[in-house]
C-alpha cells in the first residue's frame, strides 16, 4: 500500500471520492470500496468510525468504516438495502456504480475502541461493520476477545464466513432461522473485570444487551445505535398537517422537511438552536394529535404523554398535529 | 498563502469594540494566521460552526484559551466538560443533561417568573436604574445561585470569579494579571460552595452529588462539576441580559415591538446573543494537520474562534448582518457554541432572560439611555459595566 501525502484531518472541506470497487456481500448488502481519484492517501481511522456519505443535498447518511485501517489509500463500507427505503441505501444500491464520484466527509469516531485485555463483540446484521474492524483491533492488540454475529439467516450476514476463515472459534455465528435468538444470558450473564462489551445492531439487541449489562461496572458496555433514526425515519417520513393554533394557520410538512423548517416558511417565528434534537430550545407544546419524538432529551414519560415535542426533529405519527405555536 | 493580520484582538481597543477588526478578519480569508498571538483565527460562520462541531480536529481537551495544557498546567484542574473530550466527555455532559433537562426547567418557571415581576416592579417604580447593576447583575444573581441551591452569604465572590476564568482564556495581560491578583478568597469560596455539605438539599448541586451516590461519577469528581456551573452560569446571562437591554436602549423601534408583543421577549434575547454575543471568541487545538478550506493548519496549533464574528457574517446572516432586529430568525447562532460542547445551561439562561425581559416589556412603554453605557472589558466576554436607562411606566 504505497501512497504519500501528509496526514491531515479534513474538515469543513468534502473529499470527492470514486467507488473504485462495489460488490454483494450477502443478500441485500453491497459493499463499496472508495479512493481518491488520484490515489492518494485518506485520512486516518481507527476502529468504530464512521464516515458521511453525501447523496443529495439533504441527504446525507453514516456507514461505519470495516475495512483495514492499514490500508489508507482505499475505506471500506458496507450498505444494507432497506426495504421501502426512499433515502440513503437506495441511493447507494441504485446510483452508485463502479466509477461513480461521491461527496465524503468524516471519518468521525463517536464508537471509540478503548484499551481492554478482553473483549465481549457482539454485532446483529449490518452492525457488522463497526465490530468487525474492531475484531481487527483486538487481534492486533493480541486481547483475549469473542464475537458473537446474529442476523436473520446466513445468506444475509455478510462478511461471516470471513471472519469465520480469519479467526476461527472466536467467531460464533448465529443466524436466527438455525439458532433463535442470539443466547445473551449466558454471553453476559456475569460481569467480568477487565472485560468491555462492544454492541452494534438493531434496537432490540441493544435493548437487550443493556438490559443484561445493567449490573456490569459502569463503562464495560459502548452500543452504536446503529442508524435507527435513518430506518424509522424512512418507515414514518410522511407528509403531515400542522395546525398553528396561536397564528391561526395550518401549513404541510413535506416527507424530508422538518416541522421547524416548515413553520419558519410559512413567516411564523419559531426559537431554535442545535436543530438535532439536544437543547431543548424549539420546544414546543403540543396541544392534539399523535407525535413521533426523535429528540434526545425527554424521557419515556413526557414522550408518552405527547404534550410536548421538540419540533427541528421529531414529526406526526398521525395525519394532523395541533402546535401551539 | 494564509493571509495574516497584525492585530491582537485582546488588547483593549478590539475588546472595546471588536466589530472592525472582525469584519477585516472575515473578510482576509476562512482561516487567519495573528502572529502577534502565535495562532490561527477564524471568524465566518460556517467555518466556526464546522469547527466547533468537530471536537476531533479541534479538541478542548488542551483548553479552550490561549494556553496549551499539554504544554502547561492549567491554573485550575481542568473542567470535565468545557476542558475535556469523549469519550471521557460524555459521560459528564449525560449527567449534566439529566441535572438541566426539559423536567427541571418545568419546575423552575414559576419561581424565576415571580422573581423577575417582583424585581421589573421595582425599577418600573424607579423610572431611572442602570440596567447592568440594577437589572443585568441582580436578576441571574438571585434566580440562579436559588436554583444550584448555593448558601446566601459570600455569593458576591460569583461575578469575580466568573470575570477570572473568562479573563483567564486570554493572553497574560493587564485583564488577566487584575484577575488572578485578586483570586485567592474567590477561589476560596468557590471551592467550598461545591461541597456536598455547603449546597441545599434540592437544585441543581444536589442532583449532581446525587449522580455521584448512583457511581455515575466519582465524588471528587462532583465538585467540579458543579464549579462548572458557577464557572459558566452567571456572568454569561449577566452581560447576555445587559447587550439585549443595550441593543434594545439603543433601538427604540425594537422595545415598542416588544411591548406589544411581550411574548416576543426570547426571540429578543435570541437575537441579541446573535448581534451582541456575550462570550465572543473560544479557543481550540489541532491535535493532527488539519485543512481548512484548502489551507493546513499545523498540528499542535491553537486555533481561536470567533463566535461574536461568525454571529455577524454576512454569508450566513445577510446584508443586515450588523442590525439588530427582533423579527430576525436567529436560530443557529453560535452565541453557545455548537455540538457536544454546546452551553449545557442554555435553557437556564433563556428562561432568565425571557422571564426578566417579559416582566419589563409587560410594564413599560419606552426604553431610553439616561447617558453613556461604559464597556466591561473581559479577554472573552463582551458587555457593559453600565448602561443608565430611563423607562415610561405602559
Ligand atoms: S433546536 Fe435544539 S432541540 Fe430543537
Redesign the interface.
Known amino acids: 500500500m504505497s501512497c504519500s501525502s501528509k496526514e491531515t484531518h479534513t474538515v469543513v472541506v468534502e473529499l470527492d471520492l470514486v467507488v473504485h470497487r462495489r460488490r454483494v456481500v450477502a443478500e441485500g448488502v453491497v459493499e463499496l470500496t472508495l479512493r481518491r481519484q488520484d490515489g492518494a492517501a485518506l485520512p486516518s481511522w481507527e476502529a468504530g468510525a464512521h464516515i458521511d456519505l453525501v447523496l443529495g443535498p439533504d441527504l446525507v447518511r453514516q456507514y461505519s468504516l470495516c475495512g483495514d485501517p492499514a490500508d489508507r489509500c482505499s475505506w471500506r463500507i458496507a450498505v444494507l438495502r432497506e426495504h421501502g427505503s426512499r433515502g440513503g441505501s437506495a441511493a447507494v444500491h441504485g446510483e452508485l456504480a463502479e466509477g461513480s464520484q461521491v461527496g465524503v466527509r468524516g471519518p468521525r469516531n463517536h464508537f471509540r475502541f478503548e484499551p481492554s485485555r478482553r473483549y465481549v463483540l457482539i454485532a446483529g446484521g449490518i452492525g457488522i461493520t463497526p465490530i468487525m474492524a474492531m475484531a481487527a483491533a483486538a487481534d492486533d492488540r493480541g486481547a483475549d476477545w469473542s464475537l458473537t454475529y446474529g442476523g436473520r439467516t446466513r445468506a444475509s450476514m455478510a462478511y461471516a464466513s470471513d471472519l469465520r476463515d480469519r479467526y476461527g472459534a472466536r467467531v460464533d455465528l448465529r443466524p436466527q432461522d438455525e439458532f433463535g435468538l442470539l443466547d445473551l444470558d449466558s454471553l453476559l450473564g456475569e460481569p467480568a473485570g477487565d472485560t468491555l462489551v462492544y454492541c452494534c445492531g438493531p434496537e432490540p439487541l441493544l435493548e437487550a444487551v443493556e438490559k443484561r449489562c445493567a449490573g456490569w461496572p459502569r463503562g464495560a458496555l459502548h452500543v452504536e445505535r446503529f442508524s435507527p433514526k435513518e430506518f424509522d425515519a424512512q418507515a414514518s417520513d410522511h407528509p403531515f398537517e400542522v395546525v398553528l393554533a396561536r397564528s391561526g394557520r395550518t401549513v404541510m410538512v413535506s416527507s424530508g422537511q422538518s416541522i421547524l423548517s416548515a413553520v419558519r416558511e410559512a413567516g411564523v417565528q419559531v426559537l431554535s438552536s442545535c436543530e438535532e434534537g439536544t437543547c431543548g430550545t424549539c420546544e414546543t407544546t403540543v396541544l392534539a394529535g399523535e407525535v413521533d419524538h426523535r429528540d434526545s432529551l425527554l424521557s419515556e414519560e413526557e414522550r408518552a404523554a405527547g404534550e410536548t415535542m421538540m419540533v427541528c426533529v421529531s414529526r406526526a405519527a398521525c395525519a394532523k398535529l395541533t402546535l401551539d405555536l | 498563502m494564509m493571509p495574516t493580520l497584525d492585530d491582537d484582538p485582546f488588547d483593549d481597543a478590539i475588546l472595546t469594540d471588536p466589530y472592525e477588526f472582525q469584519t477585516r478578519l472575515r473578510e482576509a480569508g ?1 482561516v487567519v494566521h495573528l502572529p502577534k498571538l502565535g495562532v490561527y483565527a477564524m471568524g465566518r460562520y ?2 466556526v460552526r ?2 466547533l462541531t ?1 471536537w ?3 479538541v478542548s481537551s488542551r483548553g479552550v484559551g490561549l494556553s496549551d495544557f499539554a504544554k502547561k498546567k492549567p491554573w485550575r484542574p481542568p473542567s470535565l466538560l468545557l476542558e475535556n473530550d ?2 471521557s466527555h460524555t ?1 459528564f455532559r449525560a449527567v449534566m ?1 439529566d441535572v438541566i ?3 427541571t ?1 418545568r419546575t423552575l418557571r414559576a419561581q424565576f417568573a415571580k422573581d423577575a415581576d417582583e424585581l421589573a416592579e421595582e425599577l418600573v417604580r424607579r423610572r431611572r436604574f442602570d440596567a447592568v447593576t440594577d437589572l443585568a447583575e441582580v436578576y441571574p444573581l438571585k434566580v440562579f445561585p436559588d436554583a444550584v441551591g448555593l448558601r446566601p452569604d459570600g455569593r458576591e465572590n460569583l461575578l469575580p470569579y466568573g470575570a477570572l476564568a473568562f479573563n483567564a482564556f486570554g493572553p497574560d495581560n493587564a485583564h488577566a494579571r487584575r484577575a488572578f491578583a485578586a483570586a485567592e478568597p474567590v477561589l476560596e469560596w468557590i471551592a467550598e460552595s461545591c461541597r456536598r455539605e455547603a449546597l441545599s438539599g434540592t437544585g441543581f448541586g444536589a442532583s449532581i452529588w446525587a449522580a455521584a451516590d448512583r ?2 461519577i466519582t465524588p471528587e469528581q462532583a465538585p467540579v462539576l458543579v464549579r462548572s456551573l458557577l464557572t459558566a452560569g452567571v456572568d454569561t446571562t449577566v452581560y447576555g441580559i445587559g447587550n439585549t437591554m443595550y441593543a434594545i436602549g439603543t433601538h427604540a423601534d425594537q422595545w415598542a415591538d416588544l411591548r406589544d408583543n411581550p411574548g ?1 421577549a ?2 429578543a434575547f ?1 437575537e441579541a446573543l446573535r448581534f451582541e454575543s456575550p462570550v465572543q471568541t473560544f479557543f481550540r487545538t489541532a491535535p ?7 489551507t ?1 493548519v499545523p498540528a499542535g496549533s491553537k486555533v481561536l474562534l470567533f463566535l461574536g464574528s461568525a454571529n455577524r457574517d454576512w454569508r450566513r446572516w445577510g446584508e443586515d448582518a450588523g442590525t439588530f432586529r427582533i ?1 430576525r ?1 436567529a ?3 453560535v452565541a ?1 457554541g ?1 455540538g457536544v460542547h ?1 452551553c449545557v445551561g ?2 437556564v439562561a ?1 428562561l432568565e432572560a425571557e422571564m426578566v425581559l417579559s416582566a419589563l416589556a409587560r410594564r413599560v412603554a419606552r426604553v431610553e439611555l439616561d447617558g453613556d453605557p461604559v464597556p466591561k472589558l473581559n479577554n472573552s466576554l463582551k458587555g457593559w459595566a453600565s448602561i443608565p436607562v430611563r423607562v415610561t411606566p405602559a
Open positions: 476562512p460556517d467555518e464546522a469547527a468537530d476531533e480536529s479541534f469523549p469519550p459521560g443533561n433537562s426539559p423536567r426547567m457511581g455515575e416576543r426570547k426571540f435570541d493532527a494537520d488539519v485543512e481548512i478550506a484548502g493546513i423579527d430568525d436560530g443557529g447562532h453557545f455548537m454546546q442554555q435553557p433563556r
